[in-house]
């Protein structure tokens, strides 16, 4: 089971290793810093026919809560290591996806809002986009939804007082962003605790949704990946953009990209963990970010 927090640290003596180690130290009884010495992981093309067999040496030193003891262990060839993080990988997709009881939650509060909006605007429309339309959500992702219709001014004011008014959030969870660079209203639904972001005539994010759902048909290993990163990205309170991190549909993005790079066009039997270290040895050691910008074959 995945607790609510994953820490490790890896500590990582050759400069020249691709990528050390995704270390995840799950322990529900005792709470342990984890510390993994001198070892490195080599690409896969590096392994010989019988790496599964090769075993190297580590010193792991765990320090307990109230003992520190020093204990030398066997560490897995870089084949097993790969094999074991695709099934942590596995595992952490299938505790993440939503129940249909979340989902059905989300939808409830997708259709009060609806309903808030279409008494205010009869002959307006609201869109789901982001995450939830295209079902790359976690369980702390918000909703996007996008509210189309015709006005001189964007009613965001308007909106804001009649979600309070109804219940459907409380006052000091509201905020108004009418000086972004898409103004949108933010707010967290009193019955679920959901987070809501309302945008007005942004049509775009409802056809970019339908652009990356065709994505996740071409590739089936896209989801898992997505999820993983996000919750990484999440954990370094790296996740939003107004706080110099990444967006979600940028973060997607990256990935599709990674995918359609690859030397092997990545299916529905790939390893996860191998590709999830070489997204990480793409886009954190070898992407030169001031000459180079990503594209994406829309074909």
């Not at 490790?8 to 270390?23: M, Q």
Request: glycine residues 6%; aromatic residues 8%.
């Amino acid at each position: 089971m995945y607790g609510s927090k994953i820490c490790g640290t890896a500590v990582i003596r050759d400069p020249s290793a691709t990528v050390a180690a995704v270390l995840v130290v799950l322990m529900n009884r005792k709470r342990y810093d984890l510390v993994l010495r001198a070892t490195a992981v080599h690409r896969p093309a590096e392994c010989g026919r019988h790496c599964d067999v090769t075993q190297s040496r580590a010193a792991v030193t765990t320090r307990g809560l109230n003992e520190r003891t020093e204990t030398t262990v066997m560490v897995a060839s870089p084949a097993a290591r790969y094999r074991r993080l695709h099934e942590e990988i596995e595992q952490f997709y299938a505790h993440m996806i939503p129940t249909p009881t979340e989902h059905s939650l989300r939808v409830m509060v997708v259709n009060r809002i609806e309903q808030i909006v279409l008494n205010l605007w009869p002959s307006a429309r609201v869109e789901m986009f982001g995450s939830f339309r295209t079902g790359l959500y976690l369980p702390t992702s918000d909703i996007d939804l996008v509210v189309i219709g015709q006005w001189e001014k964007l009613p965001l004011r308007t909106l804001e007082m009649e979600l309070i008014n109804q219940g459907i959030a409380e006052t000091n969870s509201v905020r108004v962003l009418d000086k972004a660079s898409v103004p949108i209203v933010k707010l967290t639904d009193r019955q679920t605790q959901v987070k809501v972001d309302i945008s007005f005539n942004m049509e775009s994010g409802v056809q970019s949704a339908k652009l990356i759902k065709g994505y996740k048909r071409d590739y089936p290993v896209l989801e898992k990946l997505v999820l993983v990163l996000k919750q990484f990205l999440l954990q370094r309170d790296l996740n939003e953009v107004f706080t110099g991190g990444i967006s979600s549909y940028s973060l997607i993005l990256m990935c599709i990209s990674f995918l359609q790079q690859h030397h092997r066009k990545p299916n529905g039997f790939s390893n996860l963990g191998v590709l999830l270290i070489e997204f990480f040895e793409l886009y954190g050691r070898k992407f030169n970010y001031m000459k180079i910008g990503g594209w994406l074959n829309c074909e």
